[in-house]
């Protein structure tokens, strides 16, 4: 368990501030989470970022498509049939590479529906939490670093007093 203690500190951290301010600022904090997972679950890193937000976004676009549809169409079923077909649209967007995130298309469309419809406020609050995915993985490399330094030191101290008197 001892790699994800860096990771551990970076993000309760972060998340706590995040909190904090995304309530004071008025920002859409949940949204923000949202967006911080996918950036883990698209593998972290530059990738991660790069393919999460792009997923994101386009999953909010995707969605405030479908809202701008149901504007005009005013038939049965035109709200499922613009879902369906933007989640179609969302898996074939993943043969381009760099919205090749499935999941983070979709969380990014469920995002703007949860949001009602807010599309701005869905945006900056995806790349907020997406930087702060980021952030929270370049921190806790550099925490876990100066926690494996400190267990290495205290193993070598160990070594040292326990090793016979010669």
């Known amino acids: ?26 920002f859409v904090t949940w949204v923000g989470f949202v967006a911080w997972a996918c950036f883990y679950a ?3 890193g530059f990738g991660g970022f790069r393919k999460g937000l792009a997923a994101n976004i386009s999953g909010a676009v995707y969605g405030w498509l479908v809202g701008l549809f149901v504007g005009v169409a005013a038939f049965p079923g035109a709200l499922a049939i613009a879902v369906g ?20 298309a979709f969380a990014g469309t469920a995002a703007f529906f949860g949001t009602g419809l807010a599309f701005w406020p869905t ?30 030191a205290s193993a070598g101290d160990e070594q040292a007093t326990s090793a016979p008197a010669g």
Request: net charge positive; proline share 4%; with cysteine.
């Open 1 to 26: 368990m001892r790699p994800f203690i860096g990771v551990g500190i970076s993000i309760g951290v972060l998340a706590a501030i995040w909190t904090e301010l995304s309530v004071q600022l008025g």
């Open 42 to 44: 698209a593998g972290a």
């Open 85 to 104: 077909v933007i989640a179609l649209a969302m898996c074939l967007q993943a043969g381009w590479r760099p919205l090749s995130f499935i999941p983070g």
């Open 123 to 152: 945006v900056l609050a995806l790349a907020l939490g997406a930087a702060l995915g980021w952030a929270s993985a370049v921190l806790g490399e550099r925490i876990q670093r100066l926690v494996d330094r400190s267990a290495l």
